[in-house]
């Protein structure tokens, strides 16, 4: 089992509806969350933290973290053609080395 | 602010050789961490630099080694180069390696 999993994809999901990205992790000591994207041909880009419980809302983009569940998920509200990316999703595990997940490729569909 | 800078840009290089990469952190970040990235094996994580120090290290053979100048740049080395090192390898800054990372455009090595 993977430290970090996220399903590959890719993810289709129509303009203007909300993609929800999911990711799993094996570490319960696990404290900080983080969501990056990376544009085909481009460096990743982060794009949300999160270190508590709840919901983490950023404009179009909100963060949901479950530590007892052992996941975390990034929602993008009103899905634009430009949100079409790799997103990879990062946690640190408890001795701070961050573990990155293999991403999930989204594709917004016009 | 300037960003992370990673040069080269592109290499090529033959089986058996050694190269060495470098990278210009932001300023003012002091940890500095390098990837390798290639299609099939997404984001693999190489070493971690603090001041100077080498913090956490990933699962890379001994081939694979880096440093970190005073001044927070750092330089990673392959030697013996394989035809399975060509890659993608990104270095990213942060100030104090939280997983807030920045990361460079990275460097495009292939070995022929």
């Known amino acids: 089992q993977k430290e970090v999993e996220q399903n590959s994809g890719p993810l289709s999901v129509p303009e203007g509806a909300i993609a929800s990205l999911n990711c799993t992790y094996s570490d319960r000591g696990s404290q900080s969350f983080f969501w990056y994207r990376q544009y085909s041909g481009k460096s990743p880009e982060l794009i949300m933290s999160?270190?508590s419980n709840g919901d983490k809302e950023d404009g179009r983009f909100t963060a949901q973290l479950n530590k007892a569940s052992q996941y975390v998920s990034l929602l993008i509200r009103d899905s634009q053609p430009s949100d079409s990316a790799t997103y990879l999703c990062?946690?640190?595990?408890?001795?701070?080395?961050?573990?990155w997940g293999a991403g999930t490729k989204l594709i917004i569909k016009p | 602010k300037a960003g992370v800078t990673q040069t080269p840009r592109y290499l090529i290089k033959t089986r058996g050789q050694q190269v060495t990469l470098s990278c210009s952190p932001i300023s003012g970040h002091r940890s500095v961490s390098w990837y390798q990235q290639t299609p099939g094996q997404g984001l693999q994580f190489l070493f971690e630099y603090f001041s100077e120090t080498q913090r956490n290290k990933g699962n890379f053979p001994g081939r694979f080694s880096g440093r970190q100048f005073s001044n927070s740049r750092s330089e990673m080395n392959v030697s013996t180069l394989e035809l399975g090192d060509s890659a993608l390898y990104l270095c990213?800054?942060?100030?104090?390696?939280?997983?807030?990372?920045?990361f460079g455009s990275g460097t495009q090595l292939s070995v022929l």
């Open positions: 990213a800054s942060s100030l104090g390696g939280q997983g807030k990372l920045f």
């Open positions: 990062a946690v640190t595990r408890s001795n701070y080395q961050l573990i």
């Open positions: 999160i270190y």
